[in-house]
C-alpha cells in the first residue's frame, strides 16, 4: 500500500535528507519519497499501524503532520534536523 502525508516544517533538502533517513529506517516502509514543494512524504508500506509509526517519527523529528500542533520544540527540532540533514 501507499500513503502520502501532508506535514509542517518541510524547508529544504537538508530536511527532506533527514526524514528520508528517519522514515526509511522503519521496517517494511519503503519507496520514502519527500517533496520539499509541496511538503509531503509518500512510502509504501505493509500494515496500516506501520503509517502511524511514521507519523511519530516524523512529530520526533520535528515535521508534525499537518493539523496537528506545531509547537517551538517542533520547529527547533525541524532546524537541528534540517542541519543535520545538511551535513549528512
Known sequence: METTIHIQNLKCGGC???????ISSIEAIQNVLVNVEE?????SYD???????????L???GYPEDG?????G?????YVSCA???MS
Do not use: H, P, R, Y
Not at 527532506?16 to 528517519?22: D, L, P, R, W, Y
Open 39 to 43: 511538503s509531503t512524504i509518500t512510502f
Open 74 to 78: 517542533s520547529k527547533a527540532k525541524s
Open 84 to 86: 543535520i540533514g545538511k
Open 59 to 61: 512529530k520526533s523529528l
Open 68 to 72: 496537528e500542533a506545531n509547537t517551538l
Open 47 to 57: 500494515k496500516e499501524e506501520q503509517v502511524e509509526e511514521v507519523k511519530n517519527k
Open 16 to 22: 527532506a535528507n533527514t526524514i528520508s533517513k528517519g
